[in-house]
């Protein structure tokens, strides 16, 4: 499956963006998915994840209550809204797939994910 994530930009704290991934290929609906980030000199961590059907979600600590994970089947698509942005949220996103559902193991698997797409840059503001 092709990965392609969107939707990066400047904004400044506390703002909104809402990025999109989208996928193409094999059968989108097959796949868990998942939101990671790496910020600059940091390692690549794990933000969001939800399950094939969306009936199940995951969320890293430092977003829950911000960010919302959604998923649209019918048009191979995934986001990932973020509201009250903050500094710290700045890095490059990317998304991945994975035919495997880790439930709340999602921040031990960030190196064993099937599929990546190009990441998109979020840069929050001061």
């Known amino acids: 499956v092709q990965l392609q994530a969107s939707g990066g930009g400047l904004v400044q704290a506390g703002g909104s963006l809402r990025l999109s991934c989208a996928a193409s290929?094999?059968?989108?609906?097959?796949?868990?998915m998942g939101w990671f980030r790496q910020a600059p000199g940091k390692e690549r961590e794990f933000v969001a994840a939800i399950s094939q059907s969306g009936g199940s979600i995951s969320y890293h600590d430092s977003v829950k209550g911000r960010f919302t994970i959604s998923r649209d089947n019918a048009k191979n698509e995934m986001y990932l809204q973020m509201n009250s942005l903050k500094p710290e949220d700045t890095a490059v996103y990317y998304c991945a797939a994975d035919l495997r559902w880790y439930g709340s193991n999602w921040s031990r698997v960030t190196d064993i994910m099937d599929y990546w797409g190009k990441g998109t840059l979020v840069t929050v503001s001061s």
């Open positions: 290929g094999r059968t989108f609906s097959s796949y868990a």
